[in-house]
């Protein structure tokens, strides 16, 4: 009995804590800063109030959540995947697109108001029903036909979001599902393979590159041996990627062709598709090591910076703190990061041990894709940065993932206790 109240004992990760806090404070006080602007645009005026509500019922959603179990939230794994799915359906009858976005259907959006992204419930839902089937699989994964389940489980919520189309939140997904597969011990060899036509579709573009990526891929099965269907499967399957990517760029929309052109050279489209990601560049450059002044940013308070609140909340960073603000940045998304994994590390069980991976990946995509994209290292995709860009349903599931790796905390923390580690 002495032990069992050692687990159930409420023991709050204040690192953790601490850090997803100051991001969010930080974050708050870039968005009021967004919004303060030389000329009028009624879209950003009181923007960072809205913020604070959006953040205190963030907030309280948190508290509330950690008041539950490890074992309740893996006990609703399969409602809330359930739910995400219906939601993401959903979106193609009543959606809407908003920001960089506005081309694809994400949001939620009744009497013409957008009421939230089902895809930012969908990370969460499948974070859960992922760790859950991965923790139920007790044999050392040996081929790739042994991860259809898992595969399967990403495969759903990926294709809705790709529909949509909204490369950003798949690429998420991807990430998230490579991660939590890594962390459950599937042998980095069978990753390579997985992740290989894929790496072939991108690379066709370039016919030497595409080569060499195939010779290594080559010399991969042979030194793995896989079965020999799947290896031969494997090889075609990166051979056809080859063929067909040019194939698919004559099917690609304008607008999507222009996006990539763009994402090698932003000036093909100035005035454009590279539009955003040239005044973001200017606007970090700008900035040099302390920045031009806290609100004091000129290509924000010209509104010549795109999306200042959300997308590019980093640009703003940027111009008006430089490289000092940005390292700050940095280094707090680096410590919750730290964080995550070390709650990972002593969480009792495989179940939270994988979630929490899953969610400290799910960040970390954000936050590269998102600062990538500002400095033109990743091509424009309206992801946006945790804890910093405005807006109420990806706040809200960030503090969310947040509480349940307080709660995995926790529970890991009284295990280590109770065993005397």
Known sequence: MANHGILRRQSIDVPLLITALLLTAYGLAMVFSAGQLDVRDPALEGLWKRQVVLIGVALVAAWTVTRGSVRLFEWS????YILSIL?????????????????????LTIAGRRIGQPSELAKLATTLMLARTLAAQRDAVRSLLELWKPLALVGVPWALVMLQPDLGTGMVFIGIC???????????????????????L????????????FLILVALVLWYRPYLVEGVVLVVANLAMGVVAPLLWDKLKPYQQR??????????????????VIQSKVAIGSGGLFGKGFTLGTQKRLSFLPEQQTDFIFSVVGEELGFIGVFVALALFLALFLRSTRVAIRA???????????????????????????????????????FFSYGGSFMLVSWLSVAVMLRISAEGRGQADALGL
């Open 178 to 200: 490579f991660a939590m597969l890594f962390w459950a011990g599937v042998p980095w060899p069978l990753l390579v393979m997985l992740a290989s036509p894929g790496v072939s």
């Open 259 to 276: 996006r990539f052109l763009v994402f090698i050279d932003p000036a093909y489209d100035a005035q454009g598709s590279g539009y955003n």
């Open 77 to 80: 794994a399969w409602p809330l």
């Open 202 to 213: 991108i690379l066709a573009f370039s016919t030497g590159l595409w080569g060499a990526w």
């Open 348 to 386: 009792s069980d495989a179940f939270p041990s994988l979630v929490a991976f899953g969610l400290m990946s799910a960040w970390f995509v954000h936050v590269i894709v998102n600062v990538g994209m500002t400095l033109n290292l990743m091509p424009v995709t309206g992801i946006p940065l945790p």
């Open 87 to 107: 939601l993401l359906v959903a979106v193609f009858f009543i959606g809407s697109g908003g920001g960089t976005a506005r081309s694809m259907n994400g949001w």
